[in-house]
């Protein structure tokens, strides 16, 4: 049997998945589906015969577990998307500043500026 997009996009659809694989230059990728919101989704391979059948169908199911999502069912955006109330990422100056600061490292320190106000220029009448 000859390998084509079509028999590939067919064998995903038999296993339920609905993403297809597309050729662009010089590399093939996934698209619609399941890879929707993947961050990688590419194989760089300059064939369809490079790889065989269950070879495109493994490349998929690792992309999937790469991108951390799960390949049977397409989760909406709205339900993949992070919460800001749970980020949690470290901030060197907002830990430095709860923590009081510390001369040796603040290279600000004494030189703060006023803003907002401004010197008048006095008119000579």
Same mark, same amino acid.
């Not at 998307?81 to 830990?95: E, F, G, N, T, V």
């Not at 703060?112 to 009448?125: A, D, E, W, Y």
């Given at each position: 049997?000859?390998?084509?997009?079509?028999?590939?996009?067919?064998?995903?659809?038999?296993?339920?998945?609905?993403?297809?694989?597309?050729? +662009? !230059?010089?590399? @093939?990728? @996934?698209? @619609?589906?399941?890879?929707?919101?993947?961050?990688?989704?590419?194989?760089?391979?300059?064939?369809?015969?490079?790889?065989?059948?269950?070879?495109?169908?493994?490349? @998929?199911?690792?992309?999937?577990?790469?991108?951390?999502?799960?390949?049977?069912?397409?989760? +909406?955006?709205?339900?993949?998307?992070?919460?800001? +109330?749970?980020?949690?990422?470290?901030?060197?100056?907002?830990?430095?500043?709860?923590?009081?600061?510390?001369?040796? !490292?603040?290279?600000?320190?004494?030189?703060?500026?006023?803003?907002?106000?401004?010197?008048?220029?006095?008119?000579?009448?």
């Amino acid at each position: 049997m000859r390998l084509t997009l079509k028999v590939i996009n067919d064998e995903l659809a038999r296993r339920g998945y609905s993403a297809r694989l597309a050729k +662009s !230059t010089g590399y @093939f990728h @996934f698209q @619609f589906g399941e890879a929707t919101l993947w961050l990688d989704r590419t194989v760089n391979v300059p064939t369809l015969n490079s790889l065989s059948l269950p070879e495109w169908i493994a490349e @998929f199911e690792l992309l999937g577990k790469l991108n951390g999502k799960n390949t049977r069912g397409h989760r +909406s955006a709205q339900d993949s998307a992070i919460q800001p +109330s749970k980020i949690s990422l470290p901030c060197p100056r907002l830990s430095a500043s709860r923590a009081g600061s510390n001369p040796s !490292t603040d290279r600000n320190q004494g030189k703060g500026r006023v803003l907002g106000k401004r010197k008048q220029n006095k008119k000579s009448h």
